[in-house]
């Protein structure tokens, strides 16, 4: 795909032992595609073990706008995500805000990304 105005970003954080996916990547990652200019998540993923749990972390986190912060996001995996991996999605979840606030900063610094 050619489009100046997604940006993809990656976020990372530690799985907890125990869990499946632990075996397979000890790290869990959430990417996603986002709007450069308003920041809104177009589409997200993770690499959660199932499709049924990745789906749901896609539907719970698109749309919302990393411009806000990431504290709505968060909230969102706190009040409706309940398993194993929450805190890691949550951590990679602010990992990759952290990436994101790096571009903006880069970008309104006059610094192409």
Do not use: W
């Not at 411009?67 to 909230?75: E, H, I, M, S, Y």
């Not at 409706?80 to 929450?86: D, H, I, Q, R, S």
């Amino acid at each position: 795909m050619q489009n100046g105005n997604v940006i993809f970003i990656a976020g990372h954080a530690r799985l907890p032992e125990g869990m499946a996916a632990h075996s397979m990547f000890h790290t869990l990652t959430v990417t996603a595609e986002l709007d450069r200019q308003y920041g809104v998540i177009l589409q997200c993923s993770c690499t959660l073990v199932t499709e049924h749990g990745r789906d749901f972390i896609h539907h719970l986190l698109q749309g919302y706008s990393l411009l806000n912060g990431v504290q709505d996001p968060v909230n969102a995996i706190e009040q409706n995500y309940f398993g194993k991996a929450k805190n890691a999605i949550i951590a990679a979840l602010k990992d990759l805000y952290t990436q994101y606030e790096v571009v903006r900063k880069e970008r309104t610094h006059g610094v192409k990304v």
